[in-house]
């Protein structure tokens, strides 16, 4: 039998992965969104059949809390990333809620899935420009013009 390396285990995982299905709705944005156990679903067989198992542990870095995804392969290797979690409530369901959101996108960056509806930059845009990634633009009635906002900087 012909022994694979990592990364060409990992391409064959991936090849018989299927997109999570958007199964949950952002009632604030209206936005679908695959949930923890949809990611899972698409994932753990096709990883299991070539090998491999995936493994969470939260660090605590001085006041910040991060939740290391680890990727192991059967050959011993092993890769991993960090994502922040923000934890909005120290409570047992604020925490279990930031490391349920951790978990989605760790998971789907390490193995480069599809996870949210495609905003196209818009809330990467918005951060640049100052105002946080979730806040809904206003109405344009609402919105300061540009002639304003150079009055408003003078």
């Not at 011993?76 to 604020?94: A, D």
Request: glycine share 6%; hydrophobic share 35%; charged share 25%.
């Amino acid at each position: 039998m012909e022994k694979l390396t990592y990364l060409e285990c990992l391409v064959r995982a991936q090849l018989k992965i299927k997109a999570p299905k958007k199964d949950k709705v952002n009632p604030r944005f209206k936005t679908s969104y695959c949930s923890l156990d949809s990611i899972y679903d698409a994932i753990r067989i096709p990883l299991a059949e070539h090998g491999f198992t995936i493994r969470h542990t939260v660090v605590k870095d001085g006041e910040a809390y991060w939740l290391e995804t680890f990727l192991h392969h059967s050959s011993g290797e092993t890769l991993s990333n960090r994502m922040p979690m923000f934890v909005e409530q120290m409570t047992s369901q604020g925490f279990a809620s930031a490391s349920t959101y951790a978990k989605r996108y760790s998971l789907c960056a390490l193995l480069g899935l599809p996870s949210d509806d495609d905003d196209d930059g818009e809330g990467a845009e918005a951060v640049q420009k100052g105002a946080p990634a979730c806040a809904p633009r206003p109405p344009m009635n609402e919105q300061i013009k540009r002639e304003q906002l150079s009055a408003i900087r003078s």
